[in-house]
Antibody, heavy 119, light 106 residues
Framework: EVQLVESGGGLVNPGGSLRLSCVAS????????MTWVRQAPGKGLEWVSS????????FYADSVKGRFTISRDNSQNSLFLQMSYLRAEDTAVYYC????????????WGRGTLVTVSS | EIVMTQSPATLSVSPGERATLSCRAS??????FAWYQQKPGQAPRLLIY???TRATGVPARFSGSGSGTEFTLTISSLQSEDFAVYYC?????????FGQGTKVEI
């Protein structure tokens, strides 16, 4: 089955760190660019970070630049998001999403993992 | 940053009726534009890409049009399963941005 499964969310104190993972199955992971999109409770979608297939170009939203790091391990069909210096406003469901070659719309989404930043 | 503005915020429609959702970009995104559907507690689902191409498995009652700065999603005859929130998305320029969503309710 073609799917993305996120994990690693949870409750973390402000200023803390968390590492999210996304495992892909059913398709050639290394051939696709990948992205993290988040959704705060009751709010809309916010793009967080993307990593292009092949040359591994990386892009970040200004709101997370310098605090979050995206990476991938094609041998493990996995995408990661290392989140540091977390703030209350980072509280959201984080979705992993797949982008077809050369474009940045998202044709496959995971179910998401909830990150709550609170003391 | 390209700002995507959707209208209306909420659309009240009866089953079987036609629904028209709009999205405006603050500058041209050509046809690097997509629509997504999101139901409560679920991940978004791609409906339309390249402004007017239906994604795999999307019913023909969904259609997209537009280019540049003005885009429209039309649902020709609303079914019960179509009541959801719809988001537009531009991927022409970084940062990628989404509209704030249009809720289609009964």
């Amino acid at each position: 089955e073609v799917q993305l499964v996120e994990s690693g969310g949870g409750l973390v104190n402000p200023g803390g760190s968390l590492r999210l993972s996304c495992v892909a199955s059913g398709f050639s992971f290394s051939s696709y660019s990948m992205t993290w999109v988040r959704q705060a409770p009751g709010k809309g979608l916010e793009w967080v970070s993307s990593m292009r297939a092949g040359n591994n170009d990386i892009f970040y939203a200004d709101s997370v630049k310098g605090r979050f790091t995206i990476s991938r391990d094609n041998s493990q069909n996995s995408l990661f998001l290392q989140m540091s210096y977390l703030r209350a406003e980072d509280t959201a469901v984080y979705y992993c999403a797949r982008a077809p070659a050369d474009y940045w719309y998202f044709d496959l989404w995971g179910r998401g993992t909830l990150v709550t930043v609170s003391s | 940053e390209i700002v995507m503005t959707q209208s209306p915020a909420t659309l009240s429609v009866s089953p079987g009726e036609r629904a028209t959702l709009s999205c405006r970009a603050s500058q041209s995104v050509t046809t690097n534009f997509a629509w997504y559907q999101q139901k409560p507690g679920q991940a978004p689902r791609l409906l339309i890409y390249a402004a007017s191409t239906r994604a795999t498995g999307v019913p023909a009652r969904f259609s997209g049009s537009g280019s540049g700065t003005e885009f429209t999603l039309t649902i020709s005859s609303l079914q019960s399963e179509d009541f959801a929130v719809y988001y537009c998305h531009q991927h022409n320029m970084w940062p990628l941005t989404f509209g704030q969503g249009t809720k289609v309710e009964i």
